[in-house]
């Protein structure tokens, strides 16, 4: 079956650096997207990698290794407002997403 | 500014009525969109994809007689939940693809749903 991991629940301080993992065993890779969910809200959408490497966009950065099946989401200088779910979601050989349960970051100052 | 607009953000309804809910694509034009549901605390649980002037596609378990989808304009698909139970209380969120392979989906901003 086609799988998504991804910590529930991080905490992390104002201003810091947190690293949220992402793995994945899929039916084919066509692309992985962070999308960032606030409570109540719908996701929006931030970051894709569909080749190895580091996708840096301001204070967020995804990295992707496909040979391990690895994502990671990165968040720099991180703010009060930083506080949401992350959702991991991978696109299959059928290009549907497949969506992991998502992290909760909860900062605190 | 939002590409995908979806109305209403929140309805209450009594057991037994239907409620529909709209998702419209602004500025551009949506061959296919996607009807989500997400229970409090869970992840994104698609349950079915609209397709232009076709019937929509539902995945394993969503009854099609009690979500009835209808995407009758490039701009427009609609979800009906019909005779609402309790349980049908969640968060409705529908999406739409914009451009290729590499394009993320853009969300509307859901709709809260609770059955009384």
């Known amino acids: 079956g086609q799988n998504i991991d991804q910590p529930t629940e991080m905490t992390a301080t104002e201003g810091a650096i947190v690293q949220i993992n992402c793995t994945y065993q899929?039916?084919?890779?066509?692309?992985l997207f962070w999308y960032q969910q606030h409570a109540g809200e719908a996701p929006t959408f931030l970051s894709y990698n569909v080749l190895d490497g580091l996708e840096e966009k301001g204070r967020f950065s995804s990295f992707l290794s496909r040979s391990k099946g690895y994502s990671y989401l990165l968040l720099k200088e991180l703010q009060m407002k930083d506080s949401a779910s992350y959702l991991c979601a991978v696109r299959d050989s059928n290009y549907q997403l497949i969506w992991g349960a998502g992290t909760k970051l909860i900062i605190k100052p | 500014g939002a590409v995908v607009s979806q109305h209403p953000s929140w309805v209450i309804c009594k057991s037994g009525t239907s409620v529909k809910i709209e998702c419209r694509s602004l500025d551009f034009q949506a061959t296919t969109m996607f009807w989500y549901r997400q229970f409090p605390k869970q992840s994104l649980m698609l349950m079915a994809t609209s397709n232009e002037g076709s019937k929509a596609t539902y995945e394993q378990g969503v009854e099609k007689d009690k979500f009835l989808i209808n995407h009758a304009s490039l701009t427009l698909s609609t979800l009906t939940v019909t005779s609402a139970h309790p349980e049908d209380s969640s968060f409705y969120i529908c999406s739409a693809l914009i451009g290729g392979e590499g394009s993320p989906l853009h969300f509307g901003n859901g709709t809260r749903l609770t059955v009384t």
């Open positions: 899929t039916s084919g890779f066509n692309g």
